[in-house]
């Protein structure tokens, strides 16, 4: 939703096969012997105890226990210099999968796979090391006609580098988690994410990366869902490609700012976790099954129909939901390019899963408004057939821009333990630059319990942004923070937030909120009281701009 952005931060990933140069970092794995035959004489074997399962929370603990790599970041010189370009051939990929790596640079380039997490304050660990020799790639191109699986669109004008391989990566051996590939080239560096996503989420909080939201804002090539690079809304793409680099984030596109944080919170946290992204969840409505928590982070604003219709239904079976940013939901979309025009990859790189994200803005341009009305590419809120914010989150969208402190309304609420925070302390920065607020009207979550209460100006008109908790009827706790910039403050990646103080605060009730959702039905052992009556709260959209 933003009509203006500013940089974000950025983060790592993954393994090679073939390349010109592989030297891995890490350990080879034990392999034992073949079996002693006889009967040796009496002997004191030592016993190994098994190791933890993967993603539970003492395997979290373990792997965060690892040292991490200090100064992995891209200095903002080497990542705005010219000259390197980098995107993956898959958003995510299981343990084991390869990936490829598109490389568009000259000479030889230098390739790390950091893995995000905790790792003592460091951020991120060093899983890979590698290089590769760059080519320059051809120039992309705008897709023009017909998308089969969008209907037939024409005209998206959806951005295409469709280079080939530089690189494939085998990730076997890596853990699961969010990484960020570091390359770098003489004067230039890059980064390109990728999710080694968990097979299943049964009993761990699903940590959902929100690639989606970022390729929606990606004007690499010269366009995106928001308009060209000057930002003229006539001239935007109807649909956007991950077949092309992140502009933003020295290639990061917004996961460092908006979703890197949540991440290194939690597995500071010591949760039982899993992840995967929302193309994924979008794609497998079924990977959510089982989950203690579903988790999104600062930023989760393109949804599809059934990603949405199976986060709502996760939460009806006792899933605990955490919304840790703003804007969420808001925009419909659907999934394209499984196939012919919109996937430039090889035959024998396709796997099926989709690389084009679909989003009109306009029910008179999506060709299956008509046939399918729950899936056009509009508002969630909008004709031709609404659903309102708050019956997924508790909140609903109410402005941009806005900047301002949070202020605490309920310093009795579990979440602000040990913080020390008191009622009515504002927590300088935080608040902007998109905001949502709970709404007094019929239909919404209850009871649901404002636990912060921020008034702000906006664009000429006063409003309030809200923090909310509240408990669904199968028991699932629901946390919405309402402001964008959550997800960056609880871990000091905010240049907004100049106090750490009010950093630490954030992380503290972060991890606070992860630890008691890393059980189903949180609201059965932590209940909530209404209290969104207490306070001044339009009805209405205070500035009429949704």
């Not at 705008?142 to 037939?152: H, K, M, V, Y």
């Not at 899963?353 to 989003?359: H, I």
Request: glycine share 12%; aromatic share 8%.
């Amino acid at each position: 939703m933003l009509a203006r952005t500013r940089r974000l931060p950025l983060a790592l990933s993954v393994i090679l096969v073939s390349s010109v140069a592989v030297a891995c970092s890490s350990a080879p794995a034990h392999r034992p012997g073949p079996a002693a035959t006889g009967s040796p004489a009496a002997t004191t074997t030592a016993v190994t105890p098994p190791p933890a399962p993967v993603g539970s929370a003492s395997w979290v603990t373990a792997e965060n226990a690892r040292p991490g790599t200090p100064n992995w970041r891209i200095p903002a010189s080497l990542g705005a210099a010219p000259g390197l370009d980098a995107y993956a051939d898959r958003v995510s990929v299981l343990p084991g999968e390869p990936v490829g790596l598109a490389v568009d640079g000259r000479g030889r380039v230098a390739v790390r796979a950091l893995r995000i997490g905790w790792y003592g304050g460091a951020g991120a660990r060093t899983v890979w090391t590698g290089g590769l020799t760059a080519h320059r790639q051809p120039a992309p191109h705008a897709l023009t006609g017909p998308i089969p699986d969008a209907g037939g669109l024409t005209g998206s004008r959806a951005v295409v580098a469709g280079w080939p391989a530089s690189l494939t990566v085998d990730t076997r051996g890596w853990p699961e988690g969010e990484y960020l590939f570091r390359l770098d080239a003489g004067g230039a560096s890059r980064y390109v994410p990728l999710t080694i996503r968990s097979a299943s989420a049964a009993g761990r909080e699903l940590l959902v990366a929100g690639v989606m939201t970022w390729q929606a804002y990606n004007t690499w090539g010269g366009r995106s869902l928001y308009g060209d690079t000057n930002r003229r809304l006539a001239n935007r793409s109807y649909a956007v490609s991950f077949d092309r680099p992140y502009h933003d984030g020295a290639g990061a596109g917004r996961f460092l700012g908006f979703d890197a944080p949540v991440v290194q919170l939690a597995e500071r946290a010591g949760v039982p976790l899993a992840y995967t992204t929302d193309l994924d969840l979008a794609t497998d409505p079924s990977s959510v099954a089982g989950a203690a928590a579903v988790v999104f982070g600062g930023h989760a604003e393109y949804w599809t129909p059934a990603m949405r219709a199976a986060v709502v239904r996760a939460g009806a079976l006792g899933a605990n939901l955490a919304f840790l940013g703003a804007n969420t939901a808001y925009w419909r979309v659907r999934l394209a390019g499984r196939s012919g025009a919109g996937d430039p990859r090889p035959a024998d790189r396709r796997d099926g899963r989709p690389r084009l994200v679909v989003g009109t803005k306009d029910p008179g341009l999506d060709p299956l408004a008509r046939t399918d009305p729950e899936g056009t590419t509009t508002k969630f809120h909008d004709a031709p057939a609404p659903v309102r914010e708050e019956t997924l989150t508790g909140l609903r969208y109410d402005c941009f821009p806005v900047e301002g402190a949070l202020s605490v309304a309920d310093p009795s609420w579990w979440g602000w333990a040990g913080t020390g925070v008191r009622g009515g302390q504002r927590l300088g920065g935080v608040v902007g630059p998109e905001i949502d607020r709970a709404y007094p009207v019929p239909g919404r979550p209850a009871p649901e319990q404002i636990v912060a209460y921020s008034p702000v100006g906006c664009d000429g008109h006063a409003t309030a942004q809200t923090s909310v908790y509240w408990v669904a009827r199968s028991g699932a706790g629901v946390f919405a923070a309402g402001t964008m910039r959550w997800a960056c403050a609880g871990t000091r990646a905010c240049s907004a937030i100049r106090d750490p103080r009010v950093a630490d605060v954030i992380g503290r009730v972060t991890m606070n909120v992860l630890r008691e959702f890393a059980r189903p039905k949180a609201g059965l052992r932590r209940p909530a009281t209404d209290t969104v009556g207490r306070y001044h709260l339009a009805p209405v959209n205070t500035t009429g701009r949704v």
